[in-house]
């Protein structure tokens, strides 16, 4: 995504996550919410109201284990930003 602010909040599938941090305005790192497996959208929320949203964004796959980082990417940008 892009335009992101400090203040906003990042929702999978509606559960809010914790840790949010804008670390710039193409970046936001958060701490994902417990989920059942499976794909979830993932809402970006500007004072409450949605900034972006993407569906089937982000994997909870329980054979990955714990403690490892994520990206959240739209594979539609070709970008390397959003294809790392």
Do not use: K
Not at 45 to 54: D, F, K, P, V, Y
């Amino acid at each position: 995504g892009t335009a992101f602010v400090p203040g906003m909040t990042v929702n999978f599938d509606g559960i809010p996550a914790t840790n949010v941090t804008v670390s710039s305005e193409i970046r936001i790192t958060c701490t994902t919410p417990p989920h059942a497996a499976g794909f979830v959208t993932v809402t970006v929320l500007r004072n409450g109201q949605i900034h972006g949203s993407l569906a089937n964004a982000f994997n909870y796959d329980p054979n990955l284990g714990g403690g490892l980082l994520a990206r959240v990417a739209d594979h539609q940008d070709t970008t390397g930003e959003e294809q790392e």
